[in-house]
């Protein structure tokens, strides 16, 4: 049968926000995010939900791109294709609440709990609870909390959020009543008085507003609409409505339809579509199957359930719970139910189908949750392939690739019930959310009495199809549930496994990746799920805490302590409604039309690319872009390099831009373009130790000698002992969700405005006036907010933006470019990661007496701020501690990867950790606990100088660090952490303290000035500044340090956006700084005008006896006829205190780098699953100095955004790069910053009270960065915990974890390995006489062939780039009884 495209045409329709839409002839391929965009430009009411990632394909939980279908499921509109919203409604959060109408009441709540920093994902936070409250009922605490699984934020510490949605909870903690008490009930006048064309009444739609209830279609008109086709460009969708469907003119018989994709390979059945990503091709022909009847069903019955082809997963967890509920005498239909909630999220569970999933898992070896669960749950399925009525049933372990043909339709799954069963499913990824397991495994288990009378053993791994292992299974049967079964099952379990390997961890400097992790996962299940069994059946109760993984809990409301100066108070963002309505605009929601522009990158790390041939196919090396040029809507290739006669090329170099009309084209064109490059990878230098062995410095960059304090001979004399040691610190990706974006629009005169996501426009608009060959002053660059930046957009944005600037010049048309999350990380470098070699000399009590460290860094292929960074990470290093003899050298080395840059905190973590790993080295190696050496070299307010010579001012580190101790009641939590790992065997708990001072330096924003305008009229003011509002608030700050100088109302100042044409020559925004910097200069300004303002006053006050109003006062002088004031004045901060600052003979006015020190201690608590690695942290203590806080909620979310990041550097985010330097985490589907189950449950803030700081703005001190370092606290109490099961196996306590502490690094560092591989191993050896017995006696450890846990022990050695690798020479064994002896 061939293929013709339908004849008839028919419109898509659907409701968004409470209006019909009809598109005509929709495009298949386009999704409902691209819809949402371009309408946007039409109609404004028609919004996308605030910031935009475009990267569709990876389907990610970039917080923004939720809407909220039908009947309040959740779909993410980057997944949904636009025509299946076809009778369906859609509403975005602009449907659920304005600013210019009336909020709901998830938008206050959100935005009254500070949560939202830069406001990127906030649109998607908001329809996460929205759908959630509007899908029935009160949801408890805890579904509120497992609601975020699906949302990521880089800003905030997720706690603020989880409370705005638990303050609608049945079970609301006190906390999170009170903000609904402060937030007051909707206001239904209100709403009425301003609703627009969607809201009819609010009064009798009660509190959670109105209007955003589906509108309820009429039968009669989804009868009308339905059995629809789309056709657009050889692209074709159907939405047939029966297998067997004879009235319609379409090709929608079933019959025929399986014949056409006999004969037409690219025509796919679809019910999601969200394996978009995964098969990573465009389909012709597109069937949709979520409107078929028979499709449809769901069975429930005796004997079990059976599940039609078109339901989702998410249906079938609430199948199994309703069927749970029902057979109450049952355990397996929840336990079931529960492994089914590890599949994604439940946005993508909404939307995605069991038969799908089935499907890539085994066609593409996704590891997937729900193949090795239903696999234990002896699941069956049906398909047909040429006959809708000669259906085929297949058991689903014999579910292997080429067991249905390539036309089967997957039609019912069906899934028995079995009394008396015992079923559990466990995984374990990256993180705990939304990533992908390692491993999988689902047991299932009926006893006879004592013995196994049926068991099931599925495994699931990367890469191969899930499988059972029938020796297992074997061995279980007729056995009893002893630790000799357990043991013979392990081994058997590893003969039947079908492992394969995983490249994505496969690195230039670790092959082996986590396979070994990987491989042994399963034991440490199997011994779970014994456990678990066991007291399931009875037969040995364990404690419940010890049982299964470690749960999610909610996060408690933070306990927070601050101080509110008058006018300095607790207040929310100024633009907190916009964000959570999504009124606001980032750089890509200018609404300006514009062609749409994307990169070609090179993939290798060194080459030549000799010639670029535009038009040339025959080119040897270069570039092809004739494939490209021929694909329709592409309309040039632009090249980036300006003179190309032997253009060296690195990873990640943006080659040349495909510029086309829409953002698919563009991404397609630059797919189409071939790029050839002689010598690839010759001589390529990637790792540290690469480019250490070739010598390869950042000569510009080249730091030497950072610090030289005393005499290191005669330090390491006078020491009792003196050791060596290496440690490595890798790198990070800042990963802000608004990724590089630009648009640049070209102006009259050769000019050029460009809109950009920037920290640095100036630094943008100098750099791109160069490129254009125009003066500075015909390029303006502006920005009304990030979302997120961190760092690289200090400087890495000038590619983008000159990318765009280019092509609009050469196109002489607006041109945008904006980067997905994937394509960021290949193009754009990261944190610098770092090899330290050290010589310390210490006393027998602890006292450092000497300390020599070499460091080099990874700065990538430019020097960007390697420099300045490198000099910051050698004085983090001493950090609070007294060092009497110190040398630093800080080495920068270039390789050939993308430059690395500034990321949040700019070298310092990487000092800190140098730092804290020495003291714990130091620790270790005298036998003395960590937080006593701490304590013993720390400074003291009278000799608190850094080894460099400067003073740290104001001091108070040790008295933080006291009072924090026993705030925080350290040492008893201490003792009771003992307690608990003494009665766990497998649960261990660990606590730490860490003290902090970080130094801050005016230097990086000193110059960056504000203007104040005062609006004669009615005394309004405006607001610009040169730094740049990227979440930290300073919008908001300024404006209160601007109206509490004037003396003028908040809510009349508002804050423009940035602009290089208004405040010239801004500097950078970072350091923590630049929001002092400009408050000052904004208060300086506000000096000037109250001068002016000053005879007006004193007339006034003369004349009436009293204090005018603000407005009265503008009015008077403004009302001078022929003599008006001058309400205007503009305002700089030049601090003198720091080397960098000169006079006009450019004499140094300071002696430092850094102006001021601020301190501050972290205390944090987790608890660790010994057998999966996993952690969760339990509760943080932060008492931090920020002086006299400007805003204490913001500052206090600043603080918790940092610590959580650097949770994710120090345990969760590992960048990965392959031999080529091309990175292999790429995006949200590999790369894993923290998601809310990774943040503290108890999070305890005190910022200092009493204690304005005299040299500061207002008394304030600087806060964004560096609670950062205080995280170490979580990475130390892992280490705890880790030693505590050490030294339960007998291990040395003392050891070295290099970073990021990931699961598998965790688990191996406990020294728990697999049973039956090891124990093979170990017996292999043995028989060859290659074991020594007496060296496992020497070690405390009684040999014990087949013990549960025998394992390798693995030291860990670390590589350049902090990339693993494992020596296998040392052999420990753990034993233990799975009876707990
Ligand atoms: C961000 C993200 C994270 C994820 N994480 C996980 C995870 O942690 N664990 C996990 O298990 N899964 C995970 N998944 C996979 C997810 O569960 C699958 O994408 C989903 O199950 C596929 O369902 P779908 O209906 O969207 O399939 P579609 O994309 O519609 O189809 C996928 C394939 O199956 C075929 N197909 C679909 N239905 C049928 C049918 N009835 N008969 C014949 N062929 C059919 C299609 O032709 C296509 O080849 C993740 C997916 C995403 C996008
Ligand atoms: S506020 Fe969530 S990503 Fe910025």
Redesign the pocket.
Known sequence: MSFAPPERKDPLQFFLNGELVKVHEPDPRQMLIEFLRDSKAENSAVGSGGGLDWNQE????LGDSLVAIQEYDLA?KR?KPLVACHGLSVTTVEGVGSERRCLHQVQKRIAENHGMQCGFCTPGMVMNTYALLKSGGKPTAEESMKNYDGNICRCTGYRNLVQASESFCSDASPEAQQLAEKCGAHDADLCDKLSGRWVESCHARGPEHAKMDVPRQSDAWLMAIQDVSFFKEGFAWYAPMSLEDRRSTLINRWEEALEIKKSKPRA????????????QAA?EVLRR?AGVTE?NVLEKTGTGLTFG??L??QHLVEALEQYQEVHTQLQWPKALADGLK????HH??S???????????I?RG??????PCLLAADAEIS?VTSNARDEKRLALMDLKPGAVPFN????KLHIPNVEGAFFKYYRV?QRKW????FAGAGFRLQMDGAKVKDARVALGYWAATPSRSSKAEGVLVGSQLDTATLQSAIRALHEDLEFAEERQFQTVDNPEGKDSYRRNLPDGYLFKFFQEAQNHFKIKSWPPEELGTLPVKPLKAGDLKFQEAPGLENKPQLSAMGLTTGSVRYTDDQQIPALFGYPVLSEVATGKLEHLEWRSEDDENGIDVSEALKIEGVVDVVEIGETLGDWRVLTGQQLALVVADSYRTAKRGAGAVQVKIANANEDAIITLDQAIAAESYLDSAHFRNTVDKGDLEEGFKASDLVFEGTTYVIGQHAFPLEKQTALAVPEEKKGMTVWHSTQGHDFTRAKLAGVLGVPGSSVVCKQSRAGGAFGPKNSRQVPTAAMAAVAAHKLDKAVRVAYEATLEQLAVGGRHSFKTQYKVGVNKDGKIQACNVESWCNGGCTHDFTGFLNLEMGEAIPSVYWWPNMKINVHAMKTNLPSNTAVRSFGSPQGNFVCEAIIEDVAGRLGKPVEEIREINMCTRENAVTPWGQPMEYYNADMLWKKLKQDASFVEREKQCEAFNAQHRWRKRGISAVPLAYGHCYAYAAGTGALVNIHGDDGSVTVHHGGCEIGQGIHTKVAQVVAVSLGCPLDLIRVADTNTEVVPNARFTGGSITTEVVCEAARQACKQLLETLRPHREFLVKRDSKEPSWPELVAAANAVLGHQEKLSATGIFSPAGNKYTTDVEGNALGTYHGDYFTYGAGISEVELDVLTGEIRPLRSDILYDVGQSINPGIEIGQLEGAFVYGIGYYLYEEPLRDARGVERSQG??AYKPPMAPEVPIEFKVELLRDNPFPKGVLGSKAIGEPPFMLAYSVLGAAKKAIASVRKENGLPEHFQMPMPCTVDAIQKACLLGSAPVASGWVEAKARSGAVDDARWRALGLELRLGGVFLVGRRERSCKADGQMSWDTSQQSQVTQDVTGA
């Not at 590890?342 to 999220?345: L, S």
């Open positions: 990876e389907g990610d939980a993410n997944l796919m059945y679809i019910l999601g579509d969200t394996a978009k990503g995964i098969r389909y199957l499709l082809g078109a989702t997963i590890n599949v994604a999220q993508i569970r939307e995605a189908g069991w038969a799908g999933n089935l499907l890539i898992t066609q996704f590891p997937s949750d729900l193949f398909f089967a339709l997957l039609t990824g939304l990533s992908h397991c949200v589907w």
